[in-house]
């Protein structure tokens, strides 16, 4: 089914926002899920490394380039439609990491294990919540790093927690 339909990327987005295998092995990077026409552009301020560029036409998607993101995840936060990701493919082993926002209260603990969502909602497995970032000084949106097999790294969008303190 289209994204124009149900709102959720298809496999053509995804493929136009995925970064290459070999910047995958690299180390973290960021995927911005943002295919919408929309007057927004917050990401492009959020990366000091110039990674993230709207030429023109302030509706028009973000163009990101791998080669000159580092992976840091600042741009998540910035992103009032939660619509972007870390993942780091270049850990040794079977697991990946996932960086996503998540705006529920309250947050999850570090070492927590909680259960993964995919972009319709749809129950995953379960994953480690390896950091919680709510700093002050990103202001907006906390970003919480999960730890999922890699198989899963590139449907794993959300989470929920399985018991609430
Ligand atoms: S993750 Fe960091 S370096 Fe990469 S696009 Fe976002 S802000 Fe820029
Ligand atoms: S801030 Fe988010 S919603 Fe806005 S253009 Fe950037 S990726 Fe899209």
């Known amino acids: 089914m289209s994204h124009r339909r149900d709102g959720i990327l298809d496999e053509k987005n995804l493929r136009a926002v995925r970064p290459s295998d070999e910047r995958l092995k690299q180390g973290p ?4 899920e943002c295919v919408e026409r929309i007057p927004c552009n917050p990401c492009v301020a959020a990366c000091s490394k110039g990674a993230i560029s709207i030429e023109g036409d302030l509706n028009d998607s973000p163009a990101v380039d791998h ?3 580092d992976g840091c995840g600042i741009c998540i936060s910035a992103c009032p439609g ?8 270049s850990r040794e082993g079977e697991d990946a990491t996932v960086m996503l926002p998540y705006e529920f209260r309250p947050l999850p603990d570090k070492g927590e ?3 993964t969502l995919d972009r319709a909602g749809e129950v995953i497995g379960e994953a480690k919540v390896l950091r919680v970032l709510d700093a002050k000084a990103l202001d907006r949106t906390p970003i919480v790093s ?3 097999p890699k198989s899963q790294a590139m449907d794993v969008r959300h989470f929920v927690r399985r018991e609430t303190p």
């Open 82 to 89: 939660l619509a972007i990701f870390v993942v780091d493919m």
């Open 113 to 115: 294990t909680v259960t």
């Open 146 to 148: 999960l730890e999922v």
């Open 29 to 32: 990077v960021v995927m911005v």
């Open 67 to 69: 080669a000159l993101c």
